[in-house]
């Protein structure tokens, strides 16, 4: 299985969603908004966007875990706070 990630994401106000190309299908791969508050002091107030950048190899690391084990419904993989442990 081929897993390149594109360079291209978007910020929503519930998530970021990063992408995917896996043998020539793209995958969206969606941050929740939690996932990434679970990686900040509760005190600091970066954007989503910020703490995605951040830990941007971290989530492409789980993203890849998840596409190899076949957890991608639809298109999709979702990561939440609970893909951080």
Do not use: W
Request: a negative charge; one cysteine or more; proline letters at 1%.
């Amino acid at each position: 299985m081929d897993i390149d990630f594109t360079s291209d994401y978007v910020v929503n106000d519930n998530d970021v969603t990063f992408f995917a190309i896996v043998d020539n299908q793209t995958v969206a791969c969606i941050v929740s908004k939690a996932a990434l508050l679970e990686l900040t002091n509760p005190d600091d107030e970066d954007e989503a966007e910020t703490l995605f950048l951040d830990h941007q190899y971290k989530f492409e690391e789980i993203a890849e875990g998840m596409i190899r084990n076949h957890q991608a419904v639809d298109g999709e993989v979702h990561i939440t706070s609970t893909e951080l442990l």
